[in-house]
């Protein structure tokens, strides 16, 4: 199996895998109450709780892909992350995004989440990609509306009832 720890890379936006130097931007990111309000997630409590999960993400060694940072090439800053997760009580694969408020509202969610999206389909030969969405996030269903998922029923995913959205590799034109 190949681990991509690089993803697709757009006009503004380069993906790689998280290290520990990204400690402090992922703790900031993943403990940001504006940010977390809508993911279902707890927020991180401590720098050391961020070091951990970065240090025990295994997805890239299990299935070969998983989330992103999202570093902006105009500043090499990590200002959030994209990526494509495969969810084992489900057996499928789903594509997430989190940034930090400051970039919000400038197209960067539906940038990266298209790019991941294809890198899904031409790259991982995936047939179907979904997307998990809280009813009130309003903004992320917008995004996954502008990447051409829809929506498909709700689903339990860790203990919360999530909108399901989901798009179909042969529906894109056999990517
Ligand atoms: C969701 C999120 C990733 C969107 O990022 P972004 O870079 O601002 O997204 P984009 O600019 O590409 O697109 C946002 C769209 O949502 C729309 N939008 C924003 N707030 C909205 C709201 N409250 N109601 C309806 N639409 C809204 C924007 O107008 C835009 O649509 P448009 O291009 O048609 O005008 C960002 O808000 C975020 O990080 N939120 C916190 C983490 C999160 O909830 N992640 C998703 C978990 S499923």
Not at 28 to 50: F, I, K, Q, W
Request: proline share 4%; net charge negative; charged share 25%.
């Amino acid at each position: 199996m190949k681990s991509y720890r690089s993803g697709p890379a757009t006009e503004r936006i380069e993906h790689r895998a998280f290290t520990l130097d990204d400690c402090e931007s992922f703790y900031h990111l993943n403990s940001h109450p504006e940010v977390m309000r809508y993911t279902g997630e707890p927020p991180l409590r401590s720098l050391m709780d961020a070091r951990r999960a970065i240090a025990d993400y295994p997805d890239f060694e299990t299935v070969g892909f998983g989330r992103w940072a999202c570093v902006l090439k105009d500043t090499g800053a990590v200002i959030g992350f994209c990526g494509l997760k495969y969810l084992p009580e489900l057996e499928e694969v789903d594509v997430g995004f989190r940034f930090f408020p400051e970039y919000w509202g400038q197209g960067i969610a539906t940038e990266t989440c298209s790019a991941c999206i294809a890198f899904g389909f031409e790259v991982l030969k995936l047939d179907r990609i979904l997307g998990l969405v809280l009813t009130e996030n309003k903004a992320s269903i917008r995004v996954l509306e502008k990447c051409g998922l829809t929506q498909n029923g709700e689903v339990t995913y860790d203990g919360e009832r999530a909108l399901k959205y989901e798009i179909i590799r042969a529906a894109r034109g056999g990517a």
